[in-house]
T-cell receptor, first 115, second 114 residues
Framework: SQELEQSPQSLIVQEGKNLTINCTSSKTLYGLYWYKQKYGEGLIFLMMLQKGGEEKSHEKITAKLDEKKQQSSLHITASQPSHAGIYLC???????????????FGSGTQLTVLP | NAGVTQTPKFQVLKTGQSMTLQCAQDMNHNSMYWYRQDPGMGLRLIYYSASEGTTDKGEVPNGYNVSRLHKREFSLRLESAAPSQTSVYFCASSVQGGLNYGYTFGSGTRLTVV
């Protein structure tokens, strides 16, 4: 979706290295979601952020939403091969006038972790 | 296990053929969605249904129709399949579309149109 810009498109890191994935919008994000997808599988929910400045962590993954609620980052500390996959950010954005916000996605980041 | 079930998991169609992708959820969710996923483009919303009996167009609705006759089911129909519709299709549901509620995704249907 052009509503959400995700970067980088792909990332190759050595095991043990830290990495960051970014998700940016020109609009205020009402509900920012991070999902992970293994090839050929469905989406696994990681985290949801709603408040400006909010930060959440789960194991070695930390997600932040900036104060303006227009940018989010996903940071992985000491990456492992099990972290490999496609990471997708999603946000609640209005698609048509008067309708409820619907979940739209960035283009995804393909992460490869080399052992 | 509770969740979103999609059928079939794989399908090959010839250009011009029609088919219906089925999606069912057993979580009593109000809202249901159909997405397609193409390489380098993330997931794009095709259609969504905020409640039983209602449907609305998403980002890429052309070439598709949907039906939400019952609360637990949301089907996606391709009337005349085209190679451009080769993609992985995901169905999702939520208690209520939008803020404060998470989304549950099915495992996907991989469709190839030749």
């Amino acid at each position: 979706s052009q509503e959400l810009e995700q970067s980088p498109q792909s990332l190759i890191v050595q095991e043990g290295k830290n990495l960051t994935i970014n998700c940016t919008s020109s609009k205020t994000l009402y509900g920012l979601y991070w999902y992970k997808q293994k090839y050929g599988e469905g989406l696994i929910f990681l985290m949801m952020l709603q408040k400006g400045g909010e930060e959440k962590s789960h194991e070695k993954i930390t997600a932040k939403l900036d104060e303006k609620k227009q940018q989010s980052s996903l940071h992985i500390t000491a990456s492992q091969p099990s972290h490999a996959g496609i990471y997708l950010c999603g946000a609640d954005i209005v698609f048509s006038s008067g309708s409820a916000r619907q979940l739209t996605f960035g283009s995804g980041t393909q992460l490869t972790v080399l052992p | 296990n509770a969740g979103v079930t999609q059928t079939p998991k794989f399908q090959v169609l010839k250009t011009g053929q029609s088919m219906t992708l089925q999606c069912a959820q057993d979580m009593n969710h109000n809202s249901m969605y159909w997405y397609r996923q193409d390489p380098g483009m993330g997931l794009r919303l095709i259609y969504y249904s905020a409640s039983e009996g209602t449907t609305d167009k998403g980002e890429v609705p052309n070439g598709y129709n949907v039906s939400r006759l019952h609360k637990r089911e949301f089907s996606l129909r391709l009337e005349s399949a085209a190679p451009s519709q080769t993609s992985v299709y995901f169905c999702a549901s939520s208690v209520q579309g939008g803020l404060n509620y998470g989304y549950t995704f099915g495992s996907g249907t991989r469709l190839t149109v030749v």
